[in-house]
């Protein structure tokens, strides 16, 4: 299953993904543990693909999403025992497709953030960032109570961190945060960002200057 997988992923046949996912709810499981893959490209796709799948899925049997995302919220803790490190972006990639039938996880999955001890959010910083600004038009006013903290990971020594601060932003519509950042703006540290089915390198300053405008001071 895990090798036709991969082989879909590659092609991004996310469709034909999702309908085995409808027939096998099984196809769900492996394709979350494929958002481990060394491969980044392969991770970020079946991130995507997990959307797909479980949008169909929910289609027929909506409490089978529902488990799976119980399941994605009790291993982003060490007490499961076996820790999803990208759970926050699974869980945002599959609320984003059902807004409506999944709104009760929006604001769990938002205030991760702010609700992780800070040893645990130095794994989890950047997908929780890359979750929030995925829920974009969806989160609503739950960003509110979130953006002291993505406003201080604009300052990270992480770059990629930053990166996905300054994406967050925009996706949520509040690229505003942004302007007078000359800091950022000049920030031209390597940082990866999956859009379109592609994994892209840009920069922290490619990054602000797409939010803003090219031609914003």
Not at 74 to 94: F, N, Q, T, Y
Not at 190 to 200: F, I
Request: charged share 30%.
């Amino acid at each position: 299953m895990k090798k036709r997988l991969r082989q879909l992923l590659k092609q991004q046949e996310t469709a034909e993904i999702a309908e085995w996912a409808a027939r096998r709810h099984r196809v769900l499981s492996t394709l979350i543990s494929l958002t481990f893959d060394a491969d980044p490209l392969t991770a970020w796709r079946a991130i995507e693909a997990a959307g797909v799948a479980t949008e169909r899925i929910a289609q027929d049997d909506p409490d089978c999403v529902r488990d799976h995302l119980r399941r994605l919220y009790w291993l982003l803790s060490e007490e499961s025992g076996g820790v999803c490190w990208r759970a926050p972006e699974i869980m945002a990639e599959i609320i984003r497709r059902r807004p409506t039938l999944f709104a009760d996880y929006t604001p769990i999955v938002v205030s991760l953030i702010n609700e992780m001890a800070e040893e645990d959010l130095d794994y989890f910083r950047t997908g929780a960032l890359w979750a929030i600004g995925r829920l974009g038009a969806v989160v609503g006013d739950h960003v509110e109570v979130v953006l002291p903290a993505i406003n201080s990971a604009l300052d990270h020594s992480d770059p990629q961190v930053r990166g996905m601060a300054v994406w967050c932003l925009e996706q949520v519509g509040r690229a505003e945060l942004l302007v007078g950042r000359a800091d950022l703006l000049a920030d031209e540290a390597a940082v990866d960002l999956y859009e379109d089915g592609v994994l892209k390198h840009t920069s922290v300053g490619q990054l602000v200057r797409r939010a803003i405008g090219d031609g914003a001071e």
